[in-house]
């Protein structure tokens, strides 16, 4: 097939024409009415939105921003604007009013799709800073409207009805005839941990050749189920829920991410994207159960990862088969892996993970238990996947080889230069950052890697946040912060090296854990601060970190670290949508404790 035969809107137009009573888009704690969208329904409430956009006076290339929580309602609204012809513009709901205002302003958006009541509110605050902004649409039916322009979401459907509907039904078809690769699909303004956020632009052709490029490198079948938790703002999350709709698979919505584990058990997904925290937290909730566990059980528990790890590399065609290897197996999976896999779902075929570094012996765990976690590498403006594992070939540590029609090379310094169809057309209205970006026709993608002998790509670090000590060693500060961020005690960490002659961190303790453990110790505070203050506690963590560091050279180690009672928030300025450390306005913050570690 040629590229164009997988433009995003024809793939989902032919899913609906093909399977239209079955379900599409499902919402697993949507109000009753979103629960469940046939792909029949979902090709007509994408038509009717995208004839409200057209008598909104919504031209083609115009630009619409959908700031809201994940729902089938997000999806609806994204393919509505697109069929439309329009841009979608994400914005995370998460985002202070400075960050919308900015993307609004810079995008120059003219609707603005949000979910809730408090959202709402935001939104009429925000209409007030950005001339362009004329009308808000609301999910929540129930929320109160105070401007006559605005609308609820579910009344847009029938507002649709209208004489002029055939007129308007004319100009949509006349859009979806014109509809091209080169039109602009999205704006997504990169968080960034400096400076405002830069509006990375995808067009048709990014979306198609990642589809196309990920049909020969994973196996997903219509009727399968994905389950959505991370935000749709990001590309990784939305540029999955579209391949999988554009095969035939039921997305399914997660609005509280709160609900994940219990979603999990109940949606019993075979795949779903994830970040390494999410899988760090899940290892280390099941390491510490085990290690409250009666001995005899603890150690059919490693027993049995063992013989899942053994299982693994003879899958994989890195080891041969035995017969003994074989019953433990079986065995192993009786009583062990399966139990385990089923508090997961139980049907997971493989989980794309990306977004940081996923720590080898986590990466390793999941494999041996049986979930194939793929980890991969990509970023915003490559449409997300460049690298990745596949089911088949799995390398752990490695985030795979490339896509087939995708190119990387390692350039000066161990940069990773990526080329392809899937790469951005450059930022919106930066053509300087955007020639900057780029070295003869090579997009720089500001990480450090290598390529081994059969092209598995390996992250070293980033190399804009690489710190070097005053005894001129060089720290990849993500890596340190990957290892010590597997204790289950530990939620957040930040490292600090740079011009340093030894490396420290602050670290805000996984407060749920850490106060059953002070319970347990029979420990008495009033807050959070006089719990860490406790010289047990500090004792604790000393011992953690410590053992947590295994595998770092001395040079590496945290020497010491602070233990902060408030987490590091975007409310606060101190974590990107992405949850990726503002390090400046870390340390800045925390200047004091900063200084206080490296008092003699």
């Known amino acids: 097939m040629s590229l164009e035969q ?26 009753e009415s979103w629960q469940h969208v046939s792909w029949k329904k979902f090709d007509t409430i994408t038509n009717k939105l ?21 729902a089938p309602q997000w999806t609806c609204a994204d393919v509505g604007i697109l069929k439309a012809r329009a841009v979608v513009v994400p914005i995370y709901p998460t985002n202070t009013l400075e960050q919308a205002e900015f993307i609004i302003n810079d995008a120059e958006a003219k609707i603005l799709f949000v979910d809730n009541e408090e959202a709402y509110q935001q939104a009429c605050e925000l209409r007030k800073l950005c001339p362009s902004l004329l009308r808000i649409v609301v999910f929540d039916a129930t929320t109160p409207l105070v401007d006559i322009k605005d609308a609820h979401f579910d009344n847009i459907l ?30 997504i303004y990169t968080s960034g941990t400096t400076g405002d956020p830069k509006g990375v632009m995808l067009d048709y052709r990014n979306i198609a050749s990642t589809v196309k490029q990920h049909d020969t490198k994973l196996s997903v079948s219509a009727g399968d189920v994905s389950l959505a938790f991370l935000p749709l703002s990001h590309i990784f999350e939305r540029g999955w829920s579209f391949y999988c709709l554009c ?11 709160s609900k994940i584990k219990e979603a999990m058990t ?59 290897l074989s019953v433990q197996w079986k065995l192993a ?53 460049v690298t990745c594992n596949t089911p088949e070939q799995r390398t752990p540590g490695s985030n795979g080889q490339t896509l087939p029609d995708t190119e990387i090379k390692i350039g000066a310094n161990n940069e990773i230069l990526v080329r392809g169809d899937g790469v951005m057309r450059g930022y919106y209205r930066r053509p300087q950052e955007t020639a900057d970006t780029f070295e003869n026709g090579w997009l720089k993608t500001g990480d450090a890697g290598h390529i081994d002998e059969k092209g598995n790509l390996f992250i070293t670090d980033r190399i804009k946040e690489l710190m070097k000590t005053s005894n001129g060693k060089y720290i990849a500060p993500q890596r340190v912060e990957g290892k010590v961020g597997c204790c289950p005690y530990i939620e957040q960490v930040a490292v600090i090296a740079d011009a340093k002659n ?17 319970k347990e110790q029979g420990l008495k505070y009033s807050s959070h601060l006089e719990l860490l203050r406790h010289s047990k506690v500090i004792a604790h963590f000393e011992q953690r970190v410590n053992d947590m560091q295994q595998g770092l050279a001395n040079f590496e180690k945290v020497k010491k670290f602070t233990l902060l009672p408030d987490a590091f928030s975007m409310e606060a300025g101190l974590i990107t949508p992405t949850l990726k450390l503002k390090r400046k306005m870390i340390y800045h913050k925390y200047a004091n404790e900063i200084s206080a570690m490296y008092q003699r």
């Not at 095969?247 to 991410?257: A, M, S």
């Not at 159960?289 to 005899?296: E, F, G």
């Not at 030894?502 to 850490?514: F, G, H, K, N, Q």
């Open 6 to 31: 997988y433009h995003l809107i024809s793939l989902l137009r032919k899913q609906s024409r093909t399977r239209p009573d079955e379900i599409a888009l499902e919402g697993y704690d949507s109000v």
């Open 50 to 70: 995208a004839q409200w956009f057209i008598q909104s006076d919504i031209n083609i290339q115009d630009k619409c921003a959908i700031m809201a929580q994940n």
């Open 158 to 187: 029938i507002e649709t009805q209208s004489p002029a509907v055939a007129a308007v039904d004319i100009e949509l078809k006349v859009r979806l005839t014109g509809s091209n690769l080169d039109d602009l699909l999205t704006l």
């Open 247 to 257: 095969r035939g698979v039921k997305n399914v919505y997660l609005t509280d991410t």
């Open 266 to 324: 109940k949606v019993k997904p075979q795949t779903m994207c994830a970040v390494p925290r999410f899988l760090e937290k899940v290892y280390c909730a099941i390491q510490d159960k085990v290690s409250n566990a009666p001995t005899a059980k603890q150690k059919l528990f490693h027993w049995a990862t063992t013989v899942g790890e053994r299982q693994f590399e003879v899958e994989q065609g890195r080891r041969k088969s035995t017969l003994i």
């Open 333 to 385: 999976s009786k009583l062990v892996l399966s139990p385990l896999k089923s508090l997961l779902g139980g049907r997971f075929r493989f989980i794309p993970c990306g977004g940081a570094a996923l720590d080898v012996n986590i990466e390793r765990f999941f494999h041996a238990i049986g979930i194939p976690v793929l980890c991969g590498y990509g970023m915003t403006e490559t449409t997300a996947t």
């Open 502 to 518: 030894y490396v420290t961190a602050l670290i805000v303790p996984a407060y749920e854990t850490l106060e059953v453990w002070a």
